[in-house]
């Protein structure tokens, strides 16, 4: 998988999570390390990589050395923890060890020295799934921890964990990565893989991922198993992942602007016959009309949502005014909400396009 191969292994190579990372390296360069971490944010971001990454570093034998890097990357600790078999990081999935018993277990284990006589690092992914016993039996320990011992809790639904949890641990709220950023990752594996693909395929597999470079990668991994040799296109990329090609939403824009119903009821039953996901086209072209919107109010902001020519894709839509593109955010975000529920599919778009 790639995702795996080309996991940050220091924290230079760490996805748009700077505001993290400065605090992080600053915590190790001046030796004022906290003992209770929160990481929280969408899923795929970097949360329990960059907590391996400060594991790392807190072992690292490069450590509490003046203008040091580290993680080195060398050393016995940090070579371990590379290759996972590591005793100082100890890694618990809350959603399958939620209970009460193994909180407890956990107590007794911070009570133990690390192995390496550094530190030892407690990393809990999905905290937020730990009963609420569980909740008071951890508060315990985070209220007076051992000075040897560092906990991390990482978790997507920061608002279920206890207030009094929140209370003891620094919070870092990690953020969504860019298409334009993903899209960049995906083109340096591209080039080290050796796997030809188009810039408008790369950018298509950033935005379907929503914000979550692992989701980017995990696909792309599918990409390439799938279409092994040649220059893969996006149509390729669309067949293979699932897509609705981009080319339907400026169609459809164009016939709503227009006023053409008849054309417009007929693609979305082209799209239906094809087999394609109606909720998930509606979704993709209230993104497309809302990345419009906001090319005309904040383009930059729509560069970094929508990718750098985001501004040029939107200029055939000049003859829409703002008002007529909020008209159709609101009909087709109601016509979406609606599909699931109706008894047949097309017929929420077919009243919103009459509705239009």
Known sequence: MLYRKYRPQSFSQVVRQEHVVRTLEGAISSGRIGQSYLFTGPR??????????????????EFGKKGAVVPCNACVACLA????????????????????????????????AAPSGGYKVF????????????????????????????????????H?????????????DFKRITPGDIAGKLKSIARV???????????????????????????????????????????????????????YHPQFMGY???????????????IHD????????????ISYARGALLSRVNPTLSGSIEGPEAHNQFVTLASIDNDKLIKIINVFTLA???????PIPQLPLELAVMQL
């Open 193 to 247: 893989e050796k796997i030809q693909i188009d810039d408008d395929a790369l950018l298509a597999v950033a935005k379907s991922a929503d914000g979550a470079l692992r989701d980017a990668e995990v696909a792309l991994t599918k990409i390439r198993s799938m279409i092994p040799s040649g220059q893969i296109s996006l149509a390729q990329v669309s067949n293979v992942l699932g897509l609705i090609p981009y080319t």
């Open 160 to 172: 279920k964990i206890l207030t009094t949890v929140l209370s003891r641990v620094q919070r870092f």
């Open 81 to 112: 923890v590379n290759n996972g078999i590591s005793l100082d990081l100890i890694e618990i999935d809350a959603a399958s060890n939620r209970g009460i018993d193994e909180i407890r277990a956990l107590k007794e284990s911070a009570q133990v």
């Open 274 to 285: 094809a087999g394609m996901d109606l909720e998930h086209f509606t979704k993709e072209f």
């Open 256 to 270: 709503l602007a227009s006023g053409d119903k008849a054309s417009a009821v007929a693609l979305i039953h082209s």
């Open 44 to 61: 795929g971001t970097g949360k329990t990589t960059l907590a391996r990454i400060f594991a790392k570093a807190l072992n690292c034998a």
């Open 336 to 342: 979406r909400s609606q599909i699931k529920f109706s």
């Open 123 to 158: 990393l809990i992914d999905e905290v937020h799934m730990l009963t609420k016993e569980s909740f008071n039996a951890l508060l315990k320990v985070l209220e007076e921890p051992p000075s040897h011992v560092v906990f991390i809790l990482a978790t997507t639904e920061p």
